[in-house]
């Protein structure tokens, strides 16, 4: 079946300018998650939805981050006056709960501020 | 705190030879513990978790709650091998994984 997909598969954008990053789980899975991978810095977990209930925001860098999941499905991560260090690639993955299950990732987004 | 060290970033064995990728980790609880593999021009995927205790592609990884350790191992390495590997902790009944920075392995022929 369709795995997780991710778009726009890059993005290059001016420094102060907003974007957005889009993710289309795997349909049926329940949870939702948010990853930074900036260069030699592992990932980094920024958000995390699960069904109807208040997503974990906590790895959210700062208040230029926003995200939001309509419908328990599409999700799309939200920069606000980007900023170079907001270069990174930006992985989606989701499973089928929330409760220790596999995450499956998307092909990410790589983001360029310039 | 939560935290995964991989002390290596780059590792280069040659066909044929045993690998070991180092994974340490921080955690005060028991945790669930993971290896997530990624080949050139792939998407990151998972290889092996500890509860499963199984080899995947030829890969164990053995949980020392002592050395608090689960490192990754094969015994003979292979070309297709070549890919970056992250080791990563997920907190008992929780859903957050913290991810190491990741190990480029590098099989030479």
């Known amino acids: 079946g369709a795995g997780v997909s991710q778009s726009p598969s890059n993005k290059v954008t001016e420094k102060g300018k907003d974007v957005e990053l889009r993710c289309d789980p795997i349909?049926?899975?329940?949870?939702l998650y948010w990853y930074r991978q900036s260069l030699g810095q592992g990932l980094e977990f920024l958000i995390y939805?699960?069904?109807?209930?208040?997503?974990?925001k906590s790895g959210l860098p700062s208040d230029r981050f926003s995200a939001e999941r309509t419908g328990g499905s599409v999700s799309t991560l939200t920069i606000q006056r980007t900023q170079q260090e907001d270069s990174a690639v930006y992985l989606c993955?989701?499973?089928?709960?929330?409760?220790?299950?596999?995450?499956?990732f998307g092909p990410g987004t790589r983001l360029l501020v310039l | 705190a939560q935290r995964v060290t991989q002390p290596e970033k780059l590792l280069s064995v040659f066909k044929g030879a045993p690998v070991e990728l180092k994974c340490n980790y921080s955690?005060?609880?028991?945790?669930?513990l993971f290896w997530y593999v990624q080949y050139s021009r792939q998407r990151l995927q998972l290889l092996l978790r500890?509860?499963s205790r199984e080899s995947i592609k030829g890969f164990t990884a053995d949980l020392n709650k002592g050395e608090t350790s689960f490192h990754l191992k094969k015994p003979f390495a292979q070309e297709e091998d070549s890919a970056m590997y992250y080791c990563?902790?997920?907190?008992?009944?929780?859903?957050?994984?913290?991810f190491g920075a990741g190990t480029r392995l590098f099989v030479k022929a």
């Open positions: 993955a989701s499973s089928r709960s929330g409760n220790q299950e596999t995450q499956y």
């Open positions: 955690y005060s609880g028991s945790p669930e």
């Open positions: 500890h509860i």
């Open positions: 349909s049926g899975h329940t949870a």
């Open positions: 990563a902790l997920l907190n008992t009944g929780g859903f957050k994984t913290i």
């Open positions: 939805f699960q069904g109807n209930s208040a997503p974990d």
